[in-house]
């Protein structure tokens, strides 16, 4: 089935290590995002991709780095984990705007406890 | 700046009763809004664009720019509407801007 699929489900991770979470969609969308889901905060989103080759911040970008090398992939990196990090984690992606979006597509998360 | 306020957390209803989710923004320029749903153990799904005018499994949304909402309404409330219910304002390009969330409860 078409869509996002993100990697791993969950992860329990040693506070200062470093991780990576993967997120590949096959859809050929332009632009993906990464979000943390927190109680009572709703989503916020950490970093984006406009299109290969580039990327921005978002509202919490501090302590996650991303890359877009190609259209599929999207990869979120903790260089160093920290415990206020553990959340959800959700990869989504997006084709257009106007009448062209249909808003986003979101893959099944990773759920990310740091100890 | 641009925001999204949800400001029921939880809302428990009765099944059969009305359930009306608010959802209010600040935005400048015309607001592309949008509710998202995530049911449990489940990825978050759109359910409604306002710039469609649609309704599904018997949401309606309606924005008033006057009052700046764009509540979430549906007349009689089913068992498996019970599920996590996000407002969100697209901002600039693309990107989204969620609410809260309100987690919406039916009881049998």
């Known amino acids: 089935t078409a869509g996002i699929t993100q990697a791993p489900t969950s992860q329990i991770l040693a506070a200062g290590r470093s991780m990576t979470l993967r997120c590949t969609q096959d859809m050929r969308h332009n632009a993906m995002y990464w979000y943390r889901q927190d109680l009572g905060l709703g989503l916020r989103l950490i970093h984006y991709?406009?299109?290969?080759?580039?990327?921005g911040k978002g509202e919490v970008p501090d302590g996650y780095s991303v890359s877009r090398a190609n259209t599929d992939d999207f990869p979120l990196t903790l260089a160093s984990a920290v415990p206020s990090q553990t959340s959800v984690y959700f990869c989504?992606?997006?084709?257009?705007?106007?009448?062209?979006?249909?808003?986003?597509?979101f893959g099944s998360g990773t759920r990310l406890t740091v100890v | 700046a641009q925001r999204v306020t949800q400001p029921e957390k939880l809302l428990s209803v009765f099944k059969g009763a009305p359930v009306e989710l608010k959802c209010n923004y600040s935005?400048?320029?015309?607001?592309?809004l949008f509710w998202y749903v995530q049911y449990s153990r489940q990825r978050l799904q759109l359910l409604l664009r306002?710039?469609s005018r649609e309704s599904i499994k018997g949401f309606t949304a309606d924005l008033n720019k006057g009052e700046t909402s764009f509540h979430l309404k549906k007349p009689f409330a089913q068992e498996e509407d019970s599920a996590m219910y996000y407002c969100a304002l697209m901002q600039g390009a693309q990107k989204l801007v969620f609410g809260q969330g309100t987690r919406l409860t039916i009881n049998p």
């Open positions: 306002h710039i």
């Open positions: 991709s406009n299109t290969a080759g580039t990327t």
């Open positions: 989504a992606s997006s084709a257009g705007t106007g009448e062209a979006n249909y808003g986003y597509t």
């Open positions: 935005y400048s320029g015309s607001p592309e």
